[in-house]
């Protein structure tokens, strides 16, 4: 026998033996033991220890466990419980490499202080192999030989890295089983405290177990009274309930019970005197993960004083579907050269395929899932029929519906726990989880952070601007104020600097009122006062408050539909976005006209409009017209929030605003609210 073929076999002895403990022993300790051993003995080495980096602090370490050759100290000794990593190791493990040291005399060492660690552990010879979690190091298993220089083949390293991955493997799996002790904890305390009577029974029929409530609806004080009861020797139950029971997987069936009686003497005719109460029952089997017939669930529910049965038989319906939701995890084994093999019922659920109907099986498992997907499954499975590919930990996505429209995501967890494959048989073991509210979580908290960062922008140049606005009203006002207090100045100039500050005393106003305007709508403060008002002269008014502001050259018109037109609503907030749309056509117009008007689309619907022939906006522009601090002309004078506000408003009295524009011809901006 070679070298190569002699390190096979120690090392699927081991791999079989390792894998056999994950399977069958809660005692991670004693498995770890048994298979550093395994690696000790065969290496002849002085110790094998896990080594992990320490949670808390990244940069120290500690020893997770260790096995020495009889005489041999531990590594240990002399050390703190958590000490510092060595960079020359770590460097090499973090890039995947091993750390290979055949002779520690003979090596050209790049790093002095890494053979004088060696050599105060006594090494001669030493391999260091990653512990990966989740793609990233979380420690290393070290092999050291203290006697003899020692060549490490490319078999030696390729196993020892399998071991690795196993023990961090065997970790997970032993979590997997304490989260599973504490969900049985639970299932027991639901039986115990459910408020309807539940009991267990044997594959004979002989009852095992009955919570308190059904004790106390048989008259029974202990569960040991109640043993003497069989459900397939009782009187309670037609010979057709019973034999329904053996062979259906669930049997709901009515009786009468006679109330002191014990079960186990009940007759078949109830006497006239006696107090007799109707029960409901619902028998169900219960399977191992082999799905191996073990138990009988029945659930009791006196229905002597319930007058609506079918609200009843739902009730049952949801414990038990309660009761079965407890498992979390489904488990399959799977025989990848034959695409057979058994599963649990929450295997089955967690693909959304459905073990009652037959239409699909284990070998249909690969249609369920997303074409994205299909393709890391199968290679993973072509890899275990080479004995290349030994655990798959990924997320994939399976149909929820038929059509493949909707689809929720897995977390399948697989290892290759039986390679035979002379015997036509490579198996895999493999634990699926539903993590759908975990993968919405996630792009929500993605989402959230993108619009985070957005917002953060937003503020960033609204604050910007903010000061750009502000400052430039300010510095006229000081400017022309200064100079109004000197003499020497003509009457004619002296009214123009007297306009030029009243025109920014305005604009500074505009910018206090917009952002006082936004921080009212964000509190919910702003008022709104409606009563019946004229809506000519508020488009007049309006109008006549533009005039001013207008270009030379540019018309303002109106276009009002009726000689009167009178709805209730707030008119200073209507005013204002009708001032707002006529302000941005004033600054955007620099010829043409600028009208002002309404119309009455339908019934008890008016619309009002600002018109210009301006120079219009892009289409890719529209949309973000009335997002708060949009400035499409970053030249032009204004905070941006104007029509932020508008929208806001026009939301409060539950209308609808939107603009309509064409490049270089000009834009129109209008909303509709209700006339009352």
Not at 61 to 85: H, I, L, N
Not at 107 to 115: C, K, L, Q, V
Not at 225 to 251: C, G, H, P, T, Y
Not at 541 to 558: D, F, H, T, Y
Request: glycine share 6%.
């Amino acid at each position: 026998m070679t070298k190569k073929d002699h390190i096979r076999n120690i090392y699927q002895m081991t791999m079989s033996k390792a894998l056999g403990r994950i399977l069958h022993t809660d005692d991670i300790q004693e498995a770890f033991s048994d298979v550093l051993h395994d690696v000790l003995d065969y290496f002849k080495a002085g110790r094998v220890a896990i080594m992990s980096t320490d949670n808390k602090n990244p940069d120290l370490q500690y020893c997770v466990f260790e096995v020495m050759a009889e005489g041999v100290t531990s590594s240990m000794t002399g050390r703190e419980e958590r000490f510092p990593k060595h960079r020359w190791w770590y460097d090499k493990l973090e890039r995947g490499e091993c750390v290979v040291v055949e002779d520690v005399e003979a090596m050209n060492w790049e790093d002095p202080s890494a053979r004088e660690l060696l050599e105060s552990l006594g090494n001669r010879s030493h391999l260091g192999v990653p512990i990966m979690r989740y793609k990233n190091i979380s420690g290393f298993l070290a092999i050291d030989i203290l006697d003899r220089p020692y060549r490490w083949s490319e078999e030696d390293i390729l196993w020892i890295r399998d071991i690795a991955n196993l023990m961090m493997l065997w970790r997970r799996l032993q979590r997997k089983r304490e989260d599973v002790a504490t969900e049985r904890n639970k299932l027991h305390k639901v039986l115990t405290d459910m408020p309807i009577g539940l009991c267990l029974y044997d594959t004979d029929g002989a009852i095992i177990f009955a919570n308190d409530k059904a004790l106390a609806m048989f008259g029974v004080k202990t569960l040991d009274e109640a043993r003497q009861f069989n459900v397939f020797k009782s009187k309670l139950l037609s010979e057709e309930d019973k034999r329904r029971i053996r062979e259906e997987e669930m049997v709901d069936a009515m009786f009468e019970y006679e109330y002191g009686i014990l079960p186990f003497m009940q007759k078949n005719n109830m006497g006239e005197d006696r107090m007799v109460i109707n029960i409901m029952a619902r028998y169900s089997k219960i399977y191992d993960s082999d799905g191996v017939h073990k138990l009988y669930l029945a659930a009791y529910i006196d229905k002597t004083h319930e007058l609506n049965n079918s609200m009843k038989i739902k009730e049952l319906d949801e414990i038990l579907s309660m009761t079965a939701d407890f498992a979390q995890l489904g488990y399959a084994r799977i025989n990848v050269m034959t695409n057979t093999g058994y599963a649990t019922r929450q295997w089955y659920k967690n693909n959304n395929m459905d073990i009652n109907n037959g239409e699909l099986g284990i070998s249909d498992f690969p249609q369920q899932l997303h074409p994205d997907d299909f393709e890391a499954s199968r290679e993973y499975r072509d890899a275990a029929r080479l004995g290349l590919g030994k655990t798959f930990n990924q997320r994939l996505r399976v149909k929820r519906d038929k059509e493949g429209k909707e689809w929720d995501w897995l977390q399948v967890y697989s290892v290759v726990t039986r390679y035979e494959p002379q015997n036509d048989c490579v198996e895999i073991s493999t634990i699926t989880q539903n993590i759908n509210q975990q993968v919405e979580l996630e792009q929500k908290l993605i989402d959230a952070k993108n619009k985070a960062e957005e917002a953060d922008k937003l503020k960033s140049a609204f604050l910007a601007n903010m000061s750009h606005e502000i400052r430039t009203p300010l510095n006229a006002i000081v400017g022309f104020s200064q100079l109004l207090c000197q003499n020497g100045w003509e009457e004619s100039e002296r009214s123009e600097m007297m306009r030029r500050v009243e025109e920014n005393n305005e604009l500074l106003l505009q910018i206090i009122s917009d952002i006082l305007d936004l921080a009212k709508l964000e509190a919910g403060t702003l008022t709104f006062t409606p009563r019946d008002m004229d809506v000519n002269e508020a488009c007049k008014s309006v109008a006549s408050a533009i005039e001013m502001r207008v270009k030379e050259g540019v018309e303002v018109k109106l276009d009002c539909q009726s000689e009167g037109c009178h709805i209730v609503c707030d008119p200073n907030r209507l005013k204002q976005v009708l001032l707002n749309f006529a302000t941005n056509a004033s600054k955007f117009t620099d010829r043409g006209s600028i009208t002002i008007g309404y119309f009455l689309p339908k019934r008890g619907r008016i619309r009002l409009f600002v018109e210009d022939t301006g120079i219009g906006i892009a289409p890719e522009k529209k949309a973000a017209v009335f997002e708060r601090f949009v400035k499409l002309n970053s030249f032009a004078q204004g905070t941006g929030l104007g029509l932020q506000i508008s929208k806001e408003i026009v939301s409060k009295m539950k209308g609808e605003i939107g603009v309509e524009s064409e490049l270089g011809k000009g834009s129109t901006f209008w909303f509709e609210i209700p006339m009352e």
